[in-house]
């Protein structure tokens, strides 16, 4: 028989009961000899001693390593995650229509997600990464703040903000997994971007779809516009992606956005 003190925290940590008339079908939990095991799809994922001081640890830390979040970390995750959205939200200039930079980007996130079959939930994830993908931003505001040549400041610590958006994500946990997709999304395909020099599928997939659409935003929006002085027209952009296909952008990836564009936008 298991303590009912183990089973508490295991359904704390897996957010489900320890089913074991399953064994082979998800995660349970029984006991072996001296040991407490856990197994998953048939697999021992986790030993240890029935050590009533230890439940609470080595079941969080196994429940980690198995991917899963707690509903407890799943709203903190939300907590912190909104409060940085809505920083940068509020930050960022609005256009004519009242959107900012990363609220059209993550729009975009949605439309493009949707059209390539993605289903629900990983729609909403890559939209949560649109939304944060420049939240090291903030602290270039900051250093704006105090800085009495404000511009130049922005200008000259432009390429910090996937560093500083680094360790904002790093406070909690929960916001970990926004991290390559922030840190990452000024990489190129060809290796010459920041802050890592990252070459082609070194960089993370979330970050290369997030690199298309944020330079495709900042070129056709000139309240947004670090590229060129000159707003450029959806054709024009687009014209301009393609031409970056293999040097700035994966080349895979351009052709599904350039599809996007002429099915869903009419842009050609
Ligand atoms: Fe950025
Ligand atoms: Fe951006």
Not at 31 to 60: C, M, P, T, W
Not at 131 to 136: A, E, K, N
Not at 189 to 200: E, H, I, R, S
Request: charged share 30%; glycine share 4%.
């Amino acid at each position: 028989m298991l303590p009912e003190s183990l089973k508490k925290l295991f359904k704390e940590a897996f957010g489900t009961q320890p089913i074991c008339d399953e064994i082979d079908n998800g995660i349970c939990m029984f006991k072996r000899d001296d040991l407490i095991v856990i197994k998953q799809n048939g697999k021992v994922v986790a030993q240890f001693e029935d050590n009533e001081s230890d439940y609470g640890v080595i079941l969080h830390y196994y429940a980690k390593k198995a991917g899963l979040i707690t509903p407890q970390e799943r709203e903190v995750e939300e907590i912190l995650r909104s409060l940085f959205v809505n920083i940068i939200v509020l930050t960022e200039v609005e256009d004519k229509n009242g959107f900012s930079h990363s609220q059209r980007v993550a729009k975009m996130a949605e439309e493009f997600a949707k059209y390539l079959g993605w289903d629900e939930n990983e729609v909403k994830d890559i939209v949560n990464h649109a939304f944060l993908h420049d939240v090291g931003k903030i602290a270039i505001e900051q250093l704006m703040l105090y800085s009495p040549t404000r511009l130049r400041t922005l200008e000259s610590h432009y390429e910090d903000h996937p560093t500083m958006g680094t360790i904002y994500l790093s406070i909690n946990e929960s916001l970990w997994k926004y991290i390559p997709t922030v840190r990452y999304h000024h990489e190129k395909w060809d290796g010459t971007g920041f802050p890592d020099k990252l070459k082609g599928e070194e960089i993370p997939y979330y970050a290369r779809i997030i690199a298309i659409l944020d330079y495709y935003d900042e070129v056709t929006n000139f309240v947004s516009a670090d590229w060129d002085s000159e707003i450029k027209t959806p054709q024009q952009a687009l014209k301009e992606i393609k031409y970056l296909a293999g040097r700035f952008f994966d080349p895979e990836l351009v052709e599904k956005f350039a599809r996007f564009m002429r099915d869903v936008h009419n842009v050609e």
